[in-house]
């Protein structure tokens, strides 16, 4: 998960790497996801030591050495170049030299490229060694006040609402808690679905601004979510959502069953009144359920 290096915390940091002789392999290399403090002091002699450093964007990371005094060879590798970078990462291994992955913030594979070639390197008896750090995921899990004795990592949501809802449905049932990332301007409609798959009362937290001046981990209930979004606006920074599942969710109404309740108060209630007690009735949002209440308001007149 990608995440700017402040200027101002670049300016203040110590220079404390060493370098040292590295076995021959590829490390894998956890960097900050916003704190420049929070690289560890073995990934900083990883870094200072290897014979070269493949990055998701080359930018970033040079912005993380620059901080640190590390004047390293940086090459490309990501999602749209890994196919032409790998035997070219792979040969630096088998001519026996130490290489660092890096993504542009957190630790490498998780929701970034790389997993083939940490394969391809295993399968041809190179050796791949995990520099622990930083992950935006784990970072905001162990500060969300979520159960965290089972849950599952699962990248982005899809973009499209349906599609989203079959991705939440496929955890039905289930006792775990749902890790994802998400964009600021996308996280209502997430939220919406949350609740239209699991219910309302569904508990969730979001964390944005990880480590950052404007960190942020807030636990609601997902319509409690929905409606503090629908009066402040979509949140800046990037964001990790997490979902708790009892496994006692039930299935939600039908569309049909939603509709025949909205049209049997529209005549006495209009479209606000039916969508507010079809809210109350159902756990969904307000605004959603106003929508169909005009439209089906519509199509009674059209009739």
């Known amino acids: 998960m990608s995440g700017p290096l402040a200027a101002s915390e670049a300016s203040s940091v110590t220079q404390v790497f060493r370098t040292v002789d590295l076995s021959p392999g590829l490390y894998v290399v956890a960097t900050p996801i916003g704190n420049l403090r929070d690289i560890s002091l073995r990934a900083l002699d990883i870094l200072a030591s290897v014979e070269t450093i493949f990055a998701e964007d080359t930018r970033q990371t040079k912005r993380l050495l620059d901080a640190y005094g590390i004047d390293a060879q940086l090459k490309p590798y990501h999602d749209h170049n890994g196919a032409q970078m790998r035997p070219l990462v792979m040969k630096y291994v088998a001519d026996g030299k130490a290489v660092a992955l890096v993504s542009d913030a957190g630790t490498p594979l998780i929701s970034d490229p790389g997993y083939k070639l940490v394969r391809d390197i295993g399968e041809a008896g190179g050796t791949v060694i995990p520099i622990p750090g930083p992950s935006a995921a784990i970072t905001a899990l162990s500060a969300a006040g979520l159960p965290t004795d089972m849950f599952t990592f699962c990248g982005f949501l899809p973009p499209k609402s ?24 996308r996280l209502l409609a997430a939220l919406e679905d949350i609740v239209t798959v699991f219910g309302a009362a569904t508990e969730i937290a ?20 929905v409606e503090r979004l629908e009066e402040n606006g979509p949140p800046k920074g990037e964001i990790v959502l997490m979902i708790s599942l009892t496994g006692e969710e039930g299935a939600p109404a039908s569309e049909a069953d939603i509709d025949h309740y909205i049209t049997d108060r529209l005549a006495s209630l209009g479209a606000k009144g039916a969508a507010s007690e079809a809210a109350r009735e159902f756990k969904l949002p307000k605004r959603e359920l106003y929508a169909r209440a005009v439209a089906l308001q519509a199509r009674d007149r059209d009739d």
């Open 162 to 185: 349906g599609q989203r809802q079959e991705k939440l449905k496929s955890f039905a049932g289930q006792k775990l808690t749902l890790v994802f990332y998400e964009t600021g301007p």
């Open 206 to 225: 979001v964390g944005r601004e990880l480590t950052k001046k404007f960190e942020e981990i807030i636990r609601q209930s997902a319509s409690a979510a």
